[in-house]
């Protein structure tokens, strides 16, 4: 099992900036992936950034050039520097991981964005 742990969520005015973090604790093996996902009222759950141990990163078309995902693989914790963000990005935002050894994804239990205009 592991555990996510999510913080760093808020109220922000367009054009505002906001940092969130997710660490994870359990049954952590070296070769991971760790991940953000949102999902807006009324919509599905898409990506936003992913990030391997070995820092390869992918980004959602709507998160480049704005948001930057980042790993302490020493302290398991990932971040997710986001800037200019847009009334769109309003969301729940969740944190993912998977050991790639496994299929097994596990979620936070998710950080309210809200972004005003």
């Known amino acids: 099992q592991v555990q996510l742990v999510e913080s760093g969520g808020g109220l922000v005015q367009a054009g505002g900036s906001l940092r969130l973090s997710c660490a994870a604790s359990?049954?952590?093996?070296?070769?991971?992936?760790m991940g953000w996902y949102r999902q807006a009222p009324g919509k599905q759950r898409e990506l936003v950034a992913t990030?391997?141990?070995?820092?390869?990163?992918n980004y959602a078309d709507s998160a480049k050039g704005r948001f930057t995902i980042s790993r302490d693989n020493a302290k398991n914790t990932v971040h997710l520097q986001m800037n200019s963000l847009k009334p769109e990005d309003t969301a729940v935002y969740y944190c993912?991981?998977?050991?790639?050894?496994?299929?097994?994804?596990?979620w936070g239990q998710g950080t309210q964005v809200t972004v005003s205009s």
């Open positions: 993912n991981f998977r050991n790639l050894i496994s299929p097994t994804l596990y």
């Open positions: 359990g049954n952590i093996f070296s070769s991971n992936a």
């Open positions: 990030i391997t141990g070995g820092s390869r990163t």
